[in-house]
């Protein structure tokens, strides 16, 4: 199916341009004017005249973490891109027509966590006060939250349902697909190899010899930087390509700066480890853990009570292991009373969209 041009309504792809003014002067210098792909279901423009006609549900696509919107509708070899692939569930009947929305909210740090942050900028605000009202402006949408909803992998998966729970007043459903939960199991194990990335830009060469260590540290206990991850960031920014190790040190970089940001520390942000050390630093570490989907169930049981549809999946072989975190958070949604599908699937977190011919029909089923 994929290997071939489909032969049905592919629908159309708009491009808008975006004057954000929730991102202007970000922290980070990203740019506030950003592209805004808009897919258009067929029949979109059938008997529509003078701004009337039929109206759609909507849809948010938030991009996982080095993604961006505009990554979602390129053409792809030997598979669909997300706009080919909701053509098709339309044109099966398994998907309801419905407005796909493609935000660019890639950053100097790879991406964000679609939550507000000083350090990075405020994305929650940017998709959920800019740009859905813009949407149904633009656009024939149904324009109430059960008839919008919004979806993701990884980082974006981690949007998803962090956005259930804090804006239920604009998101009537969401899909999650891997998102980052279980903070213990999925970010602290990498964080020995972050350490060693950011030690090739230690100030001043190790030399062998006697080591004062608690000279060494210069506060690097209360989660500051002594210049190391200043001097990562501004390399990698120079760099025309990035290693494995590179893009998994920026990760932790970006995930520290959005949910521990303090705009008293170096960079705007503190650190969950003593650079020097190794050593956790639990205070710092709490930071994170309040960020942790499986640690906010309780607190908004209430607002995922109200959303009309959640649906979770995860792959029983993900390499970073967030299907454990997955099962944790379904367990506590079911804990809590929270109607929800949680599903696995023998594959792991990469070249997953395939599972979006499950969770699109699941959103446009329950955002009618």
């Known amino acids: 199916m994929a290997?071939?041009?489909?032969?049905?309504?592919?629908?159309?792809?708009?491009?808008?341009?975006?004057?954000?003014?929730?991102?202007?002067?970000?922290?980070?210098g990203d740019p506030s004017v950003r592209n805004l792909a808009v897919w258009?279901?067929?029949?979109?423009?059938?008997?529509?005249?003078?701004?009337?006609?039929?109206?759609?549900?909507?849809?948010?696509?938030?991009?996982?973490?080095?993604?961006?919107?505009?990554?979602?509708?390129?053409?792809?070899?030997?598979?669909?891109?997300?706009?080919?692939?909701?053509?098709?569930?339309?044109?099966?009947?398994?998907?309801a027509p419905a407005i796909l929305v493609f935000p660019d909210c890639f950053t100097a740090l790879g991406g964000n966590q679609y939550i507000n942050s000083t350090a990075i900028g405020a994305y929650a605000d940017y998709i959920t006060k800019e740009i859905v009202p813009f949407i149904d402006r633009e656009f024939r949408t149904r324009a109430a939250r059960d008839h919008r909803g919004c979806f993701g992998k990884s980082s974006g998966?981690?949007?998803?349902?962090?956005?259930?729970?804090?804006?239920?007043?604009?998101?009537?459903?969401?899909?999650?697909?891997?998102?980052?939960?279980?903070?213990?199991?999925?970010?602290?194990?990498?964080?020995?190899?972050?350490?060693?990335?950011?030690?090739?830009?230690?100030?001043?060469?190790?030399?062998?010899g006697a080591l004062h260590v608690k000279k060494a540290e210069r506060g690097m206990d209360r989660g500051l930087d002594d210049g190391r991850v200043r001097s990562f960031?501004?390399?990698?920014?120079?760099?025309?390509?990035?290693?494995?190790?590179?893009?998994?040190?920026?990760?932790?970089?970006?995930?520290?700066?959005?949910y521990d940001p303090d705009r008293r520390a170096p960079n705007g942000f503190r650190l969950p480890f003593n650079l020097e050390t190794g050593e956790l630093i639990e205070k710092r570490w709490q930071a994170w853990l309040?960020?942790?989907?499986?640690?906010l169930v309780k607190k908004h049981r209430s607002n995922l009570r109200s959303l009309r549809g959640i649906y979770i999946d995860c792959g029983f072989r993900d390499q970073y292991q967030i299907h454990y975190g997955c099962r944790i958070l379904s367990k506590r949604l079911a804990a809590a009373g929270i109607r929800h599908v949680y599903e696995e699937f023998d594959d792991n977190h990469s070249d997953i969209d395939y599972r979006m011919d499950v969770s699109l029909p699941f959103l446009t089923r329950v955002l009618r």
């Not at 998966?157 to 279980?182: F, N, R, T």
């Not at 760099?239 to 970006?254: A, I, P, Q, W, Y």
């Open 157 to 208: 998966g981690y949007g998803a349902i962090v956005h259930g729970m804090k804006y239920p007043a604009i998101w009537g459903a969401i899909a999650d697909h891997s998102g980052d939960a279980y903070f213990d199991f999925v970010y602290r194990s990498d964080w020995p190899n972050t350490l060693n990335e950011l030690a090739k830009y230690r100030p001043g060469a190790r030399t062998p």
């Open 3 to 28: 290997l071939k041009r489909p032969k049905w309504d592919t629908g159309t792809l708009v491009v808008l341009e975006h004057h954000s003014r929730v991102l202007r002067d970000n922290p980070l």
């Open 233 to 258: 960031l501004e390399a990698v920014w120079k760099k025309r390509k990035l290693s494995g190790s590179e893009v998994h040190c920026l990760m932790n970089m970006c995930m520290a700066a959005s």
């Open 40 to 95: 258009l279901p067929p029949g979109y423009d059938e008997g529509a005249t003078h701004g009337r006609g039929k109206r759609f549900p909507v849809l948010v696509d938030m991009a996982g973490f080095t993604g961006s919107g505009l990554g979602h509708v390129g053409w792809k070899n030997f598979s669909e891109n997300v706009p080919e692939r909701a053509a098709r569930l339309v044109h099966e009947g398994r998907m």
């Open 290 to 295: 309040r960020h942790d989907p499986i640690n």
